[in-house]
Every structure is written in structure tokens, then in C-alpha cells.
């Protein structure tokens, strides 16, 4: 059976159809994880996996705290991927060298570092072009990649869903096209314009070749993810016919939200001491004191310097927090730079049009934060809410936090609801305050408070109105 055509339906899309020389240049640039990229082995795999890994930064503006902090975040992504880190250097600059990203006395170093700790990938902090990338590792003589490839190659370990691996893949590839020139001279010298029958047209190079291929899978990828997307829609449309509140939770990635989610839901999510375990968004019911039901979404994690590619990949799923009631932004109090995280979470929210939306900050892993420390967090986040979902501490605040933040039933109506729109009525003990019923000849009359965009769907039944 073919791969391509099995997807959506549950098989991970594959590039099978390019060839060697391209599955090895995609490949190498998203890091070797995708064992969808290839039909490798496990054996094959691990071996393939990057190691030892040196990692290497540029500081070019803040403290060197920041650039530590950057490199300290590399190397948890670095281990996330599976590898070993076994060096980190910083190079100060003004900006990073146009040819090989770190200055030529920079690479000697990491060249000598590199075989001194017998590693086998250098890791760039930033986004390295193509030119940059292949002069890396011509210098250094081993495998280069840089942050962007580094989480792409963990979104594709992560992605479960077909959708999510669609979406991982698209950026994947997106990553790539620009990228194919530097082994297109190499691929063009090995293989000509020879073979493919019935794929390339006449004078057509290698590279061209290559490049329509992906051009043909991203087109293909974006049709499927509009499907998808569709389906999405739908789902999305029916809840907000249903007008259930909605809750997104937000926050850099591994500061707790699927632990929070758990915490207020009960729900059972996988947590993970793991950058970005969660790329599939889960939502989950639940009810404020009063019995209103709202839901609870969980959502991708956001980093530093997310790669574009992602985020416009990522855009249906990153909508959904868009078109919240409430964003609920989970901040990890014990990480060394929780105001830097916290911006870098704004941006994207900003990106994808959620920056109106109300924002309930939350400080989680209060567990971990010493009492001094939690002084300067109270002083930077006065309004939010301390929580340890782990201990438990502070979330019935937090949910007491959430339903104040929700669209309040600040309305008081009598109406009087056919027998036959049973929906109404359950729409209005699900979501408003329900006083008081009676039934009639016409109709059930119930007296509630209701939010303003239920007491608009009621407007024809109402007998009397506050
Ligand atoms: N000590 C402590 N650890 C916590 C707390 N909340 C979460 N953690 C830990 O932090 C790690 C990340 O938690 P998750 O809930 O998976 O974080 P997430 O934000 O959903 O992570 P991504 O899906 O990677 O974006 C896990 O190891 C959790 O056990 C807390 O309140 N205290």
C-alpha cells in the first residue's frame, strides 16, 4: 500500500518519493530523527541519532546571563532530541559572522573541542543559512545543525496526530527548499540530470528535480491540512453554537500546562518532563461552583525564537487559542528567566491574533521557587495566581480565578421555552444559573441568570427580563 495515499487516514505521510540523494540531504537537515523520511532501521536510527553534541552560541546584546540562559534551553532541547551534550561556548560579537556564524578563531575552538570530547554534532544557537551551515561543517568536519532543525526534529518525534505530523512535515520541508541549493551542486555532480523516467523533464537538473518534488508535497501537505482544517472548523462551529465558555491554556514550553490541565480537570494528559510533549491540543470539560460548564484547552508549548515555519504550520492548531474567552498563561516560576519566557509567549499569541484576548497569568512549580524568589515573582506578576499543580496549592484559587474571569450571568430573565427546544433548556442549566422551573400548558417558564450571549439566543422566549 502506498504511504501517501494512506494519509490522512492514520499513516504518517512519507517522502518516499524522493530519492536518495534528497531523503539524505532532508535528512540531514532536520536532524535525523524522522525515521519517516527514510525507511531505516531502529538499529540504523539510533545509530543515526545525534550523540555528542557541543553547542554553540553567539552573544551578541543583554547580559551574559541571557546568552547562558539561551545556550542552557539549547542544550535541554539538545536532550530532549536524545543526545548527549558535552560542551557549550559563547562567543561575544556584535553580530554573528556572515560566513561561518562564529568568528575563525571560534571555530578553531570548537574544532579542538569537538575532538578532544569525541563529539559528532555541533549545534548552532540561531538559524543558520545554507552557506553558513555547509562552512560549519566543512571547518569542523562533523555534522552541523542549528536550533531551528533541532526543534523541528522534536516536533516530529512528538507529533501523533495526522494533522500534527502533517503540519511538522510542511515546516519540515519548508525548512528544507531553501536549503536544497547547497547539495544540489553536490547531488547535480554525482547524479546529473540521468535517470528519474517519466519525473524531470528534458535538461532539467537534479536539483530542479528535487525541489519540484517538494514543492508537489508541500502543495499536497496543505491540501490535506486544509481538510483537516475543515474538520476542525466544524468541531469549533458546533461548540460555539453550543456557546460553551473556553479556556485555552497558554505558556512556554514544560512550564505545567498539562500538569494544570490535570490539576483542574482531572484529566489525565501525559506529562512530561520533556520539551514540547504536547503538540496535539486536548480539551476538557468542566463546571464553575455554580455548575456552568466552560472548557479547558491545553495547548502546543511556545519557545524562543519558535521557528516560523512551525508557527505558520501550527496556525490552525494555534488559532484555537484565539478564539478563547479566557487565556490562562502558565508561567514556570522556578525557571532562571520567567519574564523572558513570558514574552516570548506574548509574541506568538500576538502572531496569531490572541494578543485582546483576557490573560490570567498564572505562576506555577511554586513547589520549587524559594520564599525570596517568590517575593520578586509576586512583584513582577501582582495579579496572577500562585499554583503548584503538583502540590495542589492554589489551584482551587485558580479555578475560583478562572469562572471570575469568565463571561459572568449578569442577567436576570424569566422566559417561557417550548417543550419541543429541549436544547434550550439544557444549553441554559449548562450554562446559566437556573433559579427556578415550572412547567405549563406552552412550555417550561425557568428563571435564570444568564452571560449576555445566552440571554441573546433566549431573546424570543423572554417573559421578563431584569
Ligand atoms: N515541581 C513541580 N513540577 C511541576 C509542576 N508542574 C509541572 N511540573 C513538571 O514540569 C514538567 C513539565 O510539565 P508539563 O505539564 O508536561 O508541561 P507542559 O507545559 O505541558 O509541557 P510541554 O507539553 O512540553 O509544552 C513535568 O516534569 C512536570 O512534572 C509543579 O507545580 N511543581
Not at 573541542?113 to 571547518?139: F, N, R, W
Amino acid at each position: 500500500m502506498n504511504s501517501q495515499e494512506d494519509f490522512p487516514s492514520g499513516h504518517t505521510p512519507s517522502t518516499g518519493e524522493l530519492d536518495l540523494e534528497a531523503r539524505q540531504a532532508l535528512r540531514r537537515v532536520v536532524g535525523l530523527a524522522s525515521t519517516e523520511l527514510e525507511d531505516v532501521t531502529d538499529a540504523e536510527y539510533r545509530r543515526l541519532r545525534l550523540e555528542r553534541v557541543v553547542l554553540v552560541g553567539v552573544w551578541t546584546e543583554g547580559t551574559i546571563d541571557d546568552a547562558e540562559n539561551s545556550l542552557a534551553e539549547l542544550a535541554q532541547l539538545a536532550e530532549t532530541a536524545g543526545s548527549e551534550v558535552v560542551d557549550g561556548l559563547i562567543q561575544r560579537r556584535s553580530k554573528p559572522d556572515a560566513g561561518t556564524f562564529i568568528g575563525s578563531g571560534k571555530v578553531r575552538e570548537v574544532k579542538d573541542t569537538v575532538e578532544a570530547l569525541g563529539a559528532d554534532t555541533v549545534i548552532a544557537d540561531g538559524e543558520l543559512s545554507p552557506g553558513q551551515l555547509i562552512a560549519l561543517e566543512k571547518a569542523i568536519n562533523v555534522k552541523v545543525i542549528d536550533r531551528t532543525a533541532l526543534i523541528l526534529d522534536i516536533f516530529a518525534q512528538h507529533a501523533k496526530s495526522a494533522e500534527g505530523k502533517a503540519q511538522v512535515e510542511l515546516a519540515q520541508l519548508q525548512y528544507l527548499l531553501p536549503r536544497l541549493r547547497g547539495w544540489g551542486d553536490a547531488m547535480s555532480r554525482q547524479g546529473g540530470s540521468n535517470g528519474g523516467v517519466g519525473l524531470r523533464g528534458p535538461g532539467e537538473t537534479k536539483l530542479e528535480t528535487d525541489r519540484r518534488r517538494i514543492r508537489a508535497k508541500v502543495a499536497k501537505l496543505r491540501r490535506e491540512l486544509a481538510k483537516l482544517t475543515v474538520t476542525r472548523e466544524t468541531k469549533r462551529d458546533s461548540r460555539t453554537r453550543n456557546r460553551v465558555p473556553g479556556v485555552a491554556i497558554a505558556g512556554y514550553t514544560n512550564a505545567g500546562k498539562s500538569s494544570l490541565l490535570n490539576a483542574l480537570t482531572g484529566a489525565g494528559i501525559l506529562v512530561q518532563d520533556a520539551l514540547f510533549a504536547t503538540l496535539d491540543t486536548s480539551t476538557r470539560r468542566s463546571r464553575t461552583a455554580e455548575g456552568r460548564e466552560y472548557t479547558v484547552t491545553d495547548t502546543v508549548g511556545f519557545v524562543r525564537h519558535l521557528p516560523h515555519q512551525l508557527v505558520e504550520a501550527f496556525r490552525s492548531t494555534l488559532e484555537e487559542v484565539a478564539e478563547a474567552d479566557l487565556i490562562v498563561h502558565v508561567i514556570d516560576g522556578s525557571h532562571p528567566d520567567p519574564l523572558g519566557q513570558a514574552e516570548a509567549v506574548r509574541e506568538v499569541l500576538a502572531e496569531v491574533g490572541a494578543e485582546e484576548i483576557p490573560e490570567l497569568v498564572v505562576v506555577n512549580k511554586l513547589d520549587l521557587v524559594a520564599p525570596d524568589d517568590v517575593l520578586q515573582l509576586r512583584s513582577d506578576w501582582p495579579d496572577a495566581v500562585f499554583v503548584s499543580a503538583h502540590s495542589g496549592e492554589g489551584i482551587d484559587k485558580l479555578r475560583a480565578a478562572i469562572e471570575q474571569a469568565l463571561p459572568q450571568p449578569h442577567t436576570m430573565l424569566t422566559v417561557c421555552i417550548p417543550y419541543v427546544r429541549g436544547d434550550l433548556v439544557s444549553r441554559l442549566r449548562s450554562r446559566g444559573e437556573v433559579l427556578s422551573t415550572e412547567h405549563r400548558g406552552d412550555g417550561s417558564v425557568i428563571t435564570a441568570r444568564v452571560d449576555d450571549a445566552l440571554a441573546g439566543e433566549l431573546r424570543a422566549f423572554v417573559l421578563e427580563k431584569d
